[in-house]
């Protein structure tokens, strides 16, 4: 298991690389959805998880909001549009993260390691570790490692723009 989480942590790294030039801005750091943070894996300020059709994404801002938006150049409205935000902007101390836990629960700390936001799914449900993905319809989900894997969590934005 942790040569596989090492392959990924690799194969993540190459992706970021290979990937950068499709951002709108060279400062963001991509994480395609199948590589994104699992168990422990973290985004830190300015990092983003981008949908598979990259229609859709969320950003650790380094304000301390942690926000999925929909991108200006498919969504019809010419700017990237903030869907739904955690509202933790100017709480705590940056820099910030935002961790996928081996329970499952998204938590967003800041450079003190305090809980500024957290899912609230409920513990123990589905088998870990667990995978953030921003869906192609606009939903940001944790899914566990099942075959075929399960929601976790849904934030229920699918559709929105």
Do not use: H
């Not at 298991?1 to 690799?10: E, I, P, T, W």
């Not at 030039?21 to 590589?35: R, T, V």
């Not at 799914?121 to 989900?141: M, W």
Request: aromatic share 10%; net charge positive.
């Amino acid at each position: 298991m942790k040569c596989l989480f090492a392959l990924l942590q690799l194969f993540l790294i190459f992706q970021i690389v290979l990937n950068s030039s499709l951002l709108s801005s060279a400062n963001k750091a991509l994480m395609n959805n199948e590589q994104a943070a699992q168990n422990t894996g973290t985004l830190t300020n300015d990092q983003i998880l981008l949908s598979k059709n990259q229609n859709y994404y969320v950003k650790m801002q380094s304000d301390g909001n942690f926000v999925l938006y929909s991108n200006g150049s498919t969504n019809g409205k010419g700017s990237d549009n903030a869907i739904w935000a955690s509202g933790s902007n100017g709480k705590g101390k940056g820099p910030y993260r935002l961790e996928v836990q081996s329970s499952g629960y998204l938590v967003l700390y800041d450079s003190n390691n305090v809980s500024l936001w957290v899912n609230y799914t409920s513990s123990g449900i589905g088998v870990a570790p667990f995978l953030l993905v921003v869906q192609n319809n606009g939903d940001l989900q944790t899914l566990d490692s099942s075959n075929p894997p399960k929601v976790n969590w849904s934030l229920g934005t699918a559709g929105r723009q």
